[in-house]
């Protein structure tokens, strides 16, 4: 995985626009410019690229799974992400 672009986070929560890339080799999380973009082995089948997509993003930033909110687009590779940071 990438490193990890914050050390702490301050606000109440941030949003993430994520392009989901599923059926990649490995994973990995990286952003270009304001678009995360987050390569996942899971195919984009019966929600498994989802549960990976929350599992990935928990580690990443330090959170637990129950902090991520996949807000807008449950069945599209372009996700509007919520993470409560409290």
């Known amino acids: 995985m990438a490193e990890k672009p ?5 606000a109440a ?3 993430l626009h994520v392009k989901v890339i599923p ?5 990995l999380v990286k952003q270009e410019g304001e678009i995360w973009k987050v390569y996942l082995p ?3 089948l019966e929600g498994k690229a989802n ?3 929350v599992d990935v993003l928990a580690e ?4 637990r799974k129950n902090q ?3 807000i807008k687009g449950l069945k599209s590779r372009v996700k509007t992400i919520n993470i409560d940071t409290i």
């Open 6 to 10: 914050y050390h702490g986070l301050d």
């Open 13 to 15: 929560f941030m949003i």
């Open 23 to 27: 059926g990649a080799k490995k994973t």
């Open 42 to 44: 899971q195919p984009a």
């Open 51 to 53: 549960k990976a997509l």
């Open 60 to 63: 990443f930033f330090g959170v």
């Open 68 to 70: 991520i909110e996949i």
